[in-house]
């Protein structure tokens, strides 16, 4: 089928098909840009993935309402989860019932030019059902033998079925997207809830490179979806005084500078992803449970010696580089503080790290969406679901023989 | 048989039996008494519970070895994991296959005065072995009556067993019985270790209350037994390049001003215990896993108002309102910022919230000593194996027919 995120102004899928194109909607990038205040039917905070693809499939199902999707930063924003995911669609994450939902996902993902099938090694100590030895595996990708030791990982698991994308630009393309069938969008803004609305504060750079903030704006909303991964559930007790069980952790994605190629299976490991990107690969290390809230990240110590990487990375990092030799190498990159390594604060729905994306009314007018650690496979089902929720649409598309 | 807290310099169990009363040792409390340096056998850092009995047992089973127990604040500080435990003992703490000696500890801590059998009602949503209705067991301690909802938590436990004990009492005895026994204790100091031995600190106040080393003395030792609870890992890091995988957890202990008396059992449930003390109970939370290394405690927030519980604490007290209605009273002091609520720092051996207490060698010279979450029901008998192994001993007590 067609991807989502290449259709454009086109619909696809669900109950939206047949509607008219729609005239593109308004960007507002910086502050020079005057604002016109309105109303607005629907108000999406926050153009990471989820975000983005909820506007995207929103404007789709439902083109009659007036829709702004509302950006702290660019499109994606380059501090948030999005642009740091892994991008990696395995079924081995697909939780049980979900499958529909995921292959739907995987579907639209490959629409994107960035997306492409691609193998992936699961690797074990023990036996186990659907595991085969290492070496077998090995003789098919022989790319992946200078990573791993077979003697301490002697079985595997091929799925086959797996893909890799880079997030960020499937945020960019449903971003794109929905603004050519009609969303509005207003970048470099904070948004907080207010009663019935949005309050909006406009940001920009001084001289002196403070960002402070250039104007305000109160804005009239029907529906809010809060879409700020991690921050969204701080937002929402914070706003509206409704706590929440969602969770988060702050993870990094350190480099690793082995070789890889087109051919190079994505491998994982005792809880750790590697996965081929640029000609290295990058270090996708394993949640183990939420960080406690007032946590501050901080780099870790090895016998004395600085390193960029939290201690609990270091531990897991350590742990495995009996059976991921490259590991022990000068080929990771620790760097020597915090800023050294690529981080990002992760949602987790529920406050678990297997938890799948979700999405939940806050109030009467106010929902949340989060994706989380499972947002690579089911990301995009989720918007979408959330989507047809506000459209006051019953049918999903993976439910049907569309898919 | 006579606990090990009343037996002060008299030998009881294990190969020491028999050996002869010793001279007392030494006390050094202030700056202003002099330290004479010299040498020891053994030195144990930390005079918390498990310190403190590993410096008994092994005046007891290696008399012939010099001791000195040395403790950075008071006998027991202040501000360890020991005065702030729960001071527990039950049957249902107890890990498959360590039964006889967490009966060993039982009979040990009955020896002390603030010991006293206390029955502990487990509280279940759902049916299950050994449970029976909550209202029988109501029925026969009515004095639980008003802590619960029978409806939330139908099915219930009984640990007829069960202990409550003091275990700054406990640490205390141990010291005490140490010295009598011949052990020299140190108190207000800091000790590091280095090649051979340990650098102590002598601490004092100043005018101002500052705390500031008074003199530094190197000192020689055999051994070195670090017990210094949830900081020993990192000093064995920090001092002897050893990493190791123990984490540790900020744990707050509320009170609950709901009528407590002697007849009120201990209750447990959702992980979180209520212990009948001073009249009313200490709130012991549950622990989910360790807190990241460079986390500082906070108290959270409760929709903007604040307060002196860490978030984590605060949404599972939330989560058990329902079931055990005075959470959601004014009797529950959870203060207006984190200094209000007792908490300290407990070491979680290997990591793990439910892991025993033990005990490892570190170099061939220095070993850690952990107690941990189940110091409770285990921490007397593992002090009491690391001092017979200092010792040369290979019996143990449980094992044979004393226990």
């Known amino acids: 089928m067609m991807g989502a995120m290449t259709a454009g102004a086109r619909t696809t899928g669900g109950s939206g098909a047949g509607q008219p194109a729609q005239e593109p909607g308004r960007v507002w990038a910086h502050v020079g840009q005057p604002f016109a205040e309105r109303d607005y039917d629907v108000v999406i905070v926050g153009a990471g993935r989820m975000g983005a693809a909820c506007a995207l499939f929103l404007r789709r199902l439902a083109p009659a309402l007036r829709l702004l999707l509302v950006e702290r930063g660019g499109l994606p924003n380059e501090d948030g989860a999005t642009i740091l995911a892994p991008g990696v669609w395995t079924a081995l994450d697909v939780p049980p019932g979900r499958e529909a939902e995921a292959h739907w ?65 499937v945020a960019l393309a449903c971003g794109q997207g929905a603004v050519r069938a009609g969303a509005d969008l207003l970048l470099n803004t904070q948004a907080g809830l207010t009663p019935g609305g949005v309050c909006l504060e406009r940001l920009t750079l001084t001289n002196t490179h403070q960002i402070v903030t250039h104007e305000t704006h109160e804005l009239r909303a029907g529906r809010v979806i809060m879409a700020t991964g991690a921050e969204g559930p701080h937002a929402a007790e914070h706003d509206l ?63 004395g010696v600085p390193v960029g990487l939290r201690r609990e990375t270091l531990e897991d990092l350590i742990g495995l580089m009996d059976a991921l030799p ?36 806050l109030t009467d007018s106010v929902h949340l969406l989060l994706g989380g650690p499972h947002a690579d496979t089911l990301g995009l089902a989720v918007a979408y679901d959330l989507a047809a929720t506000v459209a006051g649409v019953e049918t999903r598309p993976w439910a049907g023989q569309e898919g």
Chains 1, 2 share one sequence.
């Open 326 to 361: 490259p590991l022990a190498t000068g080929a990771l990159e620790v760097g020597r503080s915090l800023a050294d390594v690529p981080g990002a604060w992760l949602a987790l729905p529920g406050g678990r790290v297997d938890a799948p994306p979700t999405h939940q009314p």
């Open 105 to 169: 996902t995987r579907a639209n993902l490959l629409g994107d030019p960035t997306a492409r099938p691609c193998p992936l090694l699961s690797l074990h100590a023990e036996e186990g059902p659907g595991r085969v030895p290492t070496p077998h595996l090995l003789a098919r990708f022989p790319q992946a033998a200078p990573l791993l030791d077979p003697r301490a990982l002697p079985w595997a698991e091929l799925d086959g079925e797996a893909a890799t994308y880079r997030p960020g630009a």
């Open 241 to 303: 005084g409704v706590p929440t069980a969602h969770g988060r952790a702050y993870r990094q994605f350190p480099r690793l500078n082995t070789p890889s190629g087109d051919e190079t299976p994505v491998l994982r490991a005792g809880g750790l992803t590697l996965r081929p990107l640029h000609g290295g690969f990058t270090v996708v290390p394993p949640l183990h449970h939420r960080d406690p809230h007032g946590y501050v990240p901080t780099g870790g110590r090895l016998t």
